[in-house]
């Protein structure tokens, strides 16, 4: 192949790694690599919950790309995608267009909605630093306007989480931590506030073993949150939700809905034509799509099995080995080697129940509380060392035991 031109899509977890690791291991006569990001700055995914929380700065979840990515190695191209055009091997983005020899799709993911009636419109996600933002401030304007309404609104003060997941338990800890911090800022009486996460299957944390699975659920309780399981959503509206629980239909008043119930790949990956499963693309082992040699697909966008045949999750640790193995098979691919097969290391999983507790499922041990709290802020600063270097890591990283 002569000199390709590498086009990376997207700057999230996966896309970052691949395009870090690549502008050391691919010289500039080897191949010309693009990234293309709608913004400036990589987030810190696994943050977000904490924004939208307030429990932590949106500017601290953001890395300036260019604090890690070599402009002389790697051109940065900030537009926004709109299509992929396999046929032509050309990306169509908002302000331009670009052919590539060698795509790699790290576009993220968007919210499944599953049809139901009203979440688009009223429904609100932590998707992205500006929607965990929106979060915030739409929770603050509602405490807001209820201490300075002749009649208070019913249902102001309650904010309902669908979906027990990761994304859900999380934000459920670090919001019902900051509670008492809003209710003083507007003169509230905290048991007024009802913060309710609702779950479609019979328990929170659907895979965790039963004793992370009942501590997290008594660590959430014990601190306010009202957990309703095996509630089917039916219906959301501008001020409630509906729900279904042991075939009878129930509603809570509600202006601030958070669904956390589900991704899907993003929508420009839906359209090309490759095969899909689980919302994501079937890939082979080397992680290229079946149908297309050319595409490589990470993230959120990409469908893996492990060793066991069970699906992978679409983690930022996944991701993130995704990208550095990307990487090197592309790199081996140029120098005219052989490519390897992708094998992920999942050494556990690590949720936070807010700044002082969690739990962590790590090499088949359990870890409760502020040991796990420690484990993952140990986790998030290993992953802005291996990104950028001491430097991002002295910059951003978290040093506190607890903030």
Known sequence: MNKPHIVILGAGYGGMMAAARMQKLIHSNEAKITLVN??????????????????????????????VIDRNRIKLILDEVVSIKREEKKVKLKNQELYYDILIVSLGFEPAIYGIPGLSEFAYSIKDINSARLIRERIEYNFALYTNENKPTDGRLNIVIGGGGLTGVEFAGELINRIPTI????????????????????????????????????????????II????????????????????????????????????????????????????????????????DSIYLIGDCSLNYDENGNVLPSTAQIAMQQGEFIARNINAKIKGKEMAAFLPDVPGRITSLGSDDGIADMFSRNLFGWKAALLKRVADNWYLFKLGGIQLLMKKGKFNMFH
């Open 38 to 67: 709608k913004n400036d700055y990589h987030y810190q995914t696994t943050w977000l919950h904490e924004n939208a929380a307030g429990t932590l700065h949106h500017d601290r979840s953001k890395i300036d790309i260019k604090e």
């Open 183 to 226: 209710c003083e800022e507007y003169d509230i009486e905290k048991n007024l506030v009802k913060v309710y996460l609702l779950e479609g299957r019979d328990c929170v944390l659907y895979g965790y073993d039963d004793s992370a699975v009942q501590y997290a659920m008594n660590s959430l309780q014990s601190r306010g949150v009202e």
């Open 229 to 292: 399981n095996d509630a089917t959503v039916k219906a959301c509206a501008e001020d409630s939700i509906i729900y279904e629980k042991g075939g009878s239909e129930h509603k809570i008043s509600t202006k601030s809905v958070i669904w956390t119930a589900g991704t899907k790949a993003n929508s420009i990956v839906e359209r090309l034509n490759l095969s899909m499963e689980h919302g994501r693309v079937k890939v082979r082992n080397d992680l290229r799509s079946i149908e297309d």
